[in-house]
């Protein structure tokens, strides 16, 4: 091919990508991803670290701390947890910037990366919402978990604005309140479906289960449909269940890892160990551990 010929199939070639640029754009309100999770946050597949609510007897700096002791890259905050002895003020997303700028400070000195935050209310108030969304932005998270299914218009608005994943949380089936239906995977499936693409479940393993549902089974209900996953392992198959290390319960946590690594997940897997709070941190590094050494196979 002559020199001359080169240039012009190589001025054909970024037409031609160009045009294909723009056609991607017109449709990228619909189709963005989320800002992913680097993959130095991994361990083994997965971006696995803490639900700061483990540590809920202790304070955001202290729940920082802990998460880096038990083996974990992430974090994901909750409203309202103190943050720190010396300040015990409520942390959420009305905290000025002066004391984000001191809780990132503290993800950098112990190289914990924020990347969720919740369960938090978002009102149908679009103000109020923006406030959670504006603090997500601070802090470079991937996601926020809600269950303000009544809110999911504003919301959805919102993720396309800012590009920040949203989960919906499943507490377990609630027998004194059948308006309650977030437990049922199904019904979840029902408010996102035609939803953005990054609006989706926050897949709270142990609740399934004490709802008397297998968890792989709702997973696969939700396939594609994961933004996040509070995962637990249970000692038993009852309402009154408690955590337990990663497979060492009836949770088959490792069915679980399967399905989600089969759904090319790319979310954040959070322990949220609600059992021995104020001597969690070894159990906690055990499921950590789990999730490392599944991907090492």
């Known amino acids: 091919m002559l020199p001359g010929q080169i240039t012009l199939m190589n001025t054909i070639s970024k ?6 640029a723009l056609l991607v754009s017109g449709a990228a309100v619909t189709t963005l991803q989320a800002t992913p999770i680097p993959d130095d946050c991994k361990s083994g597949d997965f971006a696995i670290g803490c639900q700061a609510w483990s540590f809920n007897h202790y304070t955001v700096m202290d729940a ?3 998460t ?4 974990g890259k992430v974090i994901e905050f909750y409203p309202g947890q103190k943050l720190s002895p010396e300040n015990p003020v409520a942390f959420n997303h009305d905290s000025p910037d ?8 503290q993800l950098a000195k112990f190289h914990i990366r924020a990347v969720n935050y919740g369960v938090v209310d978002i009102p149908k108030d679009e103000a109020g919402d923006r406030k959670v969304f504006e603090f997500a932005k601070k802090l470079g998270l991937y ?3 809600t269950e303000s299914i009544g809110s999911l218009d504003t919301i959805e608005k919102l993720v396309k604005e800012y590009d920040i994943r949203v989960g919906i949380h499943d507490h377990p089936r609630r027998a004194n309140d059948p ?3 977030n437990w049922d995977p199904n019904f979840i499936l029902s408010l996102v479906k035609d939803r953005d693409a990054r609006i989706g479940s926050c ?7 004490r709802s008397g549902l297998d968890p792989v089974d709702c997973l696969r209900i939700l396939k594609g449909r994961i933004i996040s996953s509070h995962l637990k392992d249970l000692n038993e198959k009852s309402p009154g269940a408690h955590d337990v290390p990663y497979g060492e319960g ?3 946590v490792a069915a679980i890892l399967d399905e989600l690594k089969a759904q090319n997940f790319v979310g954040n897997i959070s322990v949220e160990y609600e059992y021995d709070w104020e001597t969690s941190v070894p159990e906690i590094a055990q499921c950590i551990g789990f999730v490392r050494g599944y991907g090492s196979h």
Do not use: M, N, P
Not at 68 to 71: D, L, N, V
Not at 203 to 209: C, I, L, P
């Open 179 to 181: 308006g309650y239906r």
């Open 250 to 252: 009836v949770s088959h």
């Open 143 to 145: 996601a926020i978990t």
């Open 68 to 71: 880096s002791e038990a083996g």
């Open 64 to 66: 920082i701390r802990k």
């Open 203 to 209: 897949a709270d393993t142990g609740h399934w289960v």
């Open 98 to 105: 002066d004391q984000i700028q001191q809780v990132q400070a």
């Open 15 to 20: 037409l031609f990508a160009c045009a294909c």
